[in-house]
Every structure is written in structure tokens, then in C-alpha cells.
């Protein structure tokens, strides 16, 4: 123990310089960045894009921009699945935006409410300063976009689009704290100098109507009807009496028994349903329960035991929303579950730390995920691998990102090889908007996945039901590992 001595430093530096490794992993990394210099390059050429079970309609790849939506993307990419199979379209997207609407805005309910509540406490309290710091962070959960789907519904995303604010969120962002936390300054004031209860809360419905107005500003306002106007495929399952076929433009005029045959293969329908809310929209054509989730976590280790069901606190964004639960299982539960529903065509919500040995900027092995892909080790000549249960508890990992499960390549026992994420950084990230990501990786800096309760066991189906889940402070390991910002 003590401080750096200086000749201890000089030795140091004489040593590095005189090994020859030392020199070209310098010159490497100096000039093309760790990941690049780093890239085992026969192990990179071995992996294969190809996956024996694959969904098939998986819609154009989204792109959350910088944002920090993803949770809602990879939510929204699994829900659009019964979209596209309804109206038998091979893409359809909802809108993010109007998802974000309503999102910032019961997060800024739910901020208030807890400054409310917390109103006794110390400037310096903990629970207020998460409060505070996080109330209207852009993150969430699976769970999250489910409350959001029940409550306000979905709309296409022309109907909503994209905005400079959805697009690169920091700005909006920075004035929605701002005026949030003058509030919280404001109520808490106002309790110092004897308000009542009642006027704290006139004092949060001002400030929710400035959250409503900011948001309109930045946002657009979002419709509380719409005319839904969309084509669909001869298979769609919808209102006959909504349908109008399409004819192809360059139908003739007297068409022959041939030439009938063709239009009627090639035939396409548009949708038309006037008025519409997006509740309405959601519950017509839709047909995905938002309720019908399990969402599993393995988080292996010694004080985080198995079967146990984990309730994280301060972090339900909606009033009256779905209390969050992640249930504790080991890593084959949540594989087999997911390969369950891809064989059955659905879509998984998955959920990883994803700059985790991703060499994400290499142009000629772009999107690969995998634990022999880099040669670290070999780089810098120390040793940096680690248990799952060791970054854990040290706080090395945590999830990070949502995704989409797309596909999954198997093994002659049924195991999963790799896995086809569906991202949501564009088409032109990654591989066409997609990463291949091994079964190793997942099993290291993965760890979590959302499916329809069907493809859980059912033993496991009743610890979800049933456990008592344990709460958790924001700030503790637990919560880190599940990407809780603290």
C-alpha cells in the first residue's frame, strides 16, 4: 500500500519498450483502436450467418437514432409480428414517437408523485436524489412498453412520425429535467412554508400541463383519432367490409383467362378504417396480448439465488402500471423457452450488455458478438476474462441494451449455437441491421428474455405466478445487473 514511486514507473516503461509484443500491440492499437487491432481474424471468417430456424417475416429494421428507446423498439419489433401476420404484410412499423409521448409523460407523473412523497425527506436523501437524477431517463423495460400498449394504444408510424427530438433525444431531455426538477424545488418549498396536500398537487397539475405542452412542442401532438389507410395481402384477416382490391396499374383492359389468373395472384387490398383511436387501432389489429409475458433474467451467484423473484424499487414509470418482475432462473431455462417460441415463429425480447468485446466500427466482420472473436488477451498480454458471477459482483456487466431474437442455429441436442438479433440501429449498422451473436456470448454478458408465458414450463410458469418477489433499492447489485441506473 502507498503511493506510485517514480523509479518504479521508469522500470516499467524500460520493460514495456524492450519486448517486441509490447512494441507492435502499441503501434497496432495507437493507430486503429483496440477492437480493430484486437480481431482474431480466423476465428472472425468461421461464423456463419445461417440459421435453422429463422422467422420469416421479420419487417424492415428499425432505428432508434440517439436515443435511448431501444427497450421500446425491441417491444414494438416483437408486437408487430402479429401485425404484419394479420395483414399479411411482410414489414409494419408503429410509432415510436407516439410511444415516447406517453411514456415521458407518465414518467413525469410518476417523478412528481414521488417527490410528493418523499417530500419530508433531506435534500441529500438517496431515494429523492434517484428520484431526481433518473425520473425521466429515456430507458425502460419490456414491461414498460406493454403498460404503454394497454393504456394509449399504438398508431402506424406515418401517422406519428420521427421527429429532431425522437431522432436525438439530449435536448428535449435537458429542458423536461429542467422543468421537472424546478417543480420538485417548487412543492418542496411550498412544504417547508405549511402548503397543504391539495396544493401540492395543483402545483403537479401545472407542472403536467407544462410536461404536456413541452412535449407537443418537441413531439408533435399525438392524434387522438386517425384514418388508417394501409395495403394488405389477399390472406389478411380483417373486415371484409374494409377491404377495396388494388388493381395492378398495368392491368389491361380486356384481360385474358391468363392475364386474369396473374391480376389475381398479384392482387393486394387496402385497409381503410376512418376514425379510428389508437386503442381501437390496437385491439383491431393487433392481436398480441400486451399481459402474456414472462420475463426471465439468470443472474448466477451466491446472494442472488435461483427462483427468486426481484421487484426493483422506484422504478414503475406508470401510476397504476405493472409493478416490474424479473424471475431468477438458470441460463437453459431462458435458451429453451426462447427457442420454444422462435420454432413456434414468435419473436423474442432479449436483452444483453451489448459493448461487451463487440467490434462494432470493423468494416470487414461487422456485427459479430462472441467470446473468441477477440484476441484481448493476446493483445495487451494480460488476463481479463471473468466469470458471469464475477462481474456481477463486482458490477462489470449489466443489461444494457434490448434486442429482438430473429433466429436461432442449433445443435444436434437441441442447444442453441447462435442466435439472429434483430438490432435497432439501422439497417446500415451491423450486418444489414442484424448481429450474429454465439451462444457463448449470450451466456456471458446476456441474460434476459421476455416470452409468451406458452413457451415457459410450467413449473416456472408458477414461480412467476406465484413467488414473492424480494424488493431491491435502485442502488443495489441487483438492480445494477439489470441495468438500473443508479
Known sequence: MGSIDTGWAREQGAAFGAERANRVARNAVTSMNVMAAARDYTRMRTYHDTYGVSIKRTGEVTNQRQSGRCWMFSAFNVARAATMDLLDVDSFEFSQAFGMFYDKLEKANAMLDHVIALVDRPDNDRELDHVLEWGMSDGGYYFEAMDLIAKWGLVPKDVMPETACT????????????????????????????????????KKDACMANVYRMLSVCLGEPPATFDLEVKVGKKAKVDAAKLTPILPEDAPEKAGAADAKDAEKDTRMLLRDPGITPREFAERYVPFDPNDYVQLVCMPGASRPWKTAWHVLLEEPMVGGTPNRFLNMPQEVLEQAAIASLKAGVPVGMDADVMQEFPR??????????????????????????????????????????????????????????????????????????????????????GAVTVMRKFVPADVLELWDKAEAVNVEPWDGVAAGLGVRS
Request: some cysteine.
Open 167 to 202: 431522432k436525438s433525444s439530449a435536448e428535449m431531455d435537458a429542458q423536461l429535467d429542467r422543468l421537472l426538477r424546478r417543480a420538485a424545488a417548487d412543492i418542496r418549498r411550498a412544504h417547508r412554508a405549511g402548503a397543504s396536500a391539495e396544493e401540492l398537487a395543483a
Open 361 to 446: 466500427h470493423i468494416e470487414d466482420f461487422p456485427g459479430v458478438l462472441a467470446t473468441d472473436g477477440l484476441d484481448l488477451e493476446g493483445l495487451f498480454g494480460v488476463g481479463l476474462k471473468m466469470s458471469r458471477e464475477d462481474m456481477l459482483d463486482v458490477r462489470e456487466t449489466s443489461l444494457t441494451h434490448a434486442m429482438t431474437f430473429q433466429g436461432v442455429e442449433l445443435d444436434d441436442a437441441g442447444e442453441p449455437v447462435a442466435w439472429r438479433v434483430e438490432n435497432s440501429w439501422g439497417k446500415d449498422s451491423c450486418k444489414d441491421g442484424y448481429l450474429y451473436m454465439s451462444a457463448d456470448w449470450f451466456r456471458t454478458y446476456g
